[in-house]
């Protein structure tokens, strides 16, 4: 049934636009009574996202149960259980990728639904980073990077129609993220051995073994910090 | 005029609520006519932020004026604009927070100004990065840590009731987002005096003078990612 609402919808809101579109057109589309739609969505931006509430809901949940070791990483996996729910319905996702933005409301709709996610990722490492030095501030930075990385794979995906696998680019684009931002544990066999990157502006190697293991970076001084920073994660076998 | 049907919407929002006063509601407090109310806001919702399209229009006129060395540091001066909108008047600054966080439709109306804000970094970084690999990806999730940490150290300052100078805590925010992305320029004299941190987890140097100048940096293996880079930071007199 919710299926059925959210697909009739869609067809008007294609047809003739969705401001033109009223309650009333979908359940007469869907041969449904007014009460079945409001059962399944509050209202009619709810229909172009039937989705958010259980992925939130998911994200909450995964959050709750994930360890202390790797805050980070986790609301980067938490970011990809959205993207899931895209590619789980590329025709649908790119549908609506084109309608919201031809709608202004159903973009200020989707703004403040984004804006829930990175508050459920904020809220996750605020908890995570809370006593630390510029814990607060760290989480809410984080959160906005992890979200605006995902959204920029995501929309490289919508864009070229929904072609092949977006996780290829929300992973690369998550994984510059993580780079900057990700607190390393301790050592692991991965680790042990060094890698030696090729590129002209930086290098990095790891020296030691072990709790004393320590990063030795040289960078020339115009070497951007981000790509400094992507040194030191290949050096120690995260890149 | 156009501070007077601010004053007199905000008088009423606070009275009665904001989806229970109307546009009539609000020339009849300020004793002007309809036709005037809609020559200085579209809307209702451009009542309670009466500044941000001028402000809009300051930062991109900013940006478009700003020389191409630091283009990370020159979006962190363009966010700055925006602090000091609301710097210019703390008493209607907090009014207006509490009221927004009150109210869902204004805040739903404040996303999407954060959203063109953001945007508008966005694309100054874009078109500075453009070729560079990863550029578009670097311009948005930039953009985004800009804007989370503007609004951090800013919020901050609402939730104290609009106490003393909001610089600091935004200058503070800013230079964490900008130590960690920021492309360094070429040497400067400020640079050539290395700087030693006495922090345990990390150290840096630099060593050398003039083109060839290099960053050595020695870290703990455990020290995490954004220590490292504010070390590196210190060291080369960017702190």
């Known amino acids: 049934m919710r299926e059925v609402l959210a697909q009739a919808a869609f067809q008007l809101f294609l047809e003739r636009g969705f401001e033109r579109t009223t309650v009333d057109d979908i359940v007469a589309r869907a041969g449904v009574g007014r009460r079945s739609f409001f059962r399944y969505f509050p209202s009619k931006e709810d229909v172009v996202f ?87 501030l760290r989480a809410e930075v984080i959160a906005a990077s992890v979200v605006a990385a995902h959204n ?39 680790r042990e051995k060094p890698a030696l990157p090729a590129t002209a502006g930086a290098s990095g190697v790891t020296a030691g073994s072990g709790e004393n293991e320590v990063i030795v970076m040289v960078a020339a001084k115009g070497t951007p910090m981000w790509r400094v920073v992507q040194q030191i994660e290949a050096a120690v076998g995260e890149g």
Chains 1, 2 share one sequence.
Not at 56 to 80: I, N, Q, S, W, Y
Not at 81 to 98: G, H, K, N, T, W
Not at 154 to 176: K, N, T
């Open 50 to 136: 039937p989705d958010h509430e259980r992925c939130l809901a998911e994200m909450t949940e995964f959050l709750a149960a994930v360890g202390d070791e790797d805050p980070v990483g986790a609301v980067c996996d938490a970011a990809r259980i959205v993207l899931r729910m895209y590619a789980a319905d590329p025709e649908f996702s790119v549908q609506r990728y084109r309608l919201t933005r031809e709608v202004p409301g159903l973009r200020t709709y989707e703004l403040s639904v984004v804006r829930r996610y990175e508050q459920t990722l904020a809220g996750h490492l605020r908890g995570r980073f809370g006593t630390d030095r510029d814990g607060e």
């Open 152 to 190: 920029n794979g995501l929309r490289l995906w919508l864009r070229s129609g929904g072609a092949g696998d977006p996780e290829e680019a929300v992973d690369h684009a998550l994984d510059l993220v993580r780079g900057v931002w990700e607190q390393p544990a301790g050592p692991s066999p991965a």
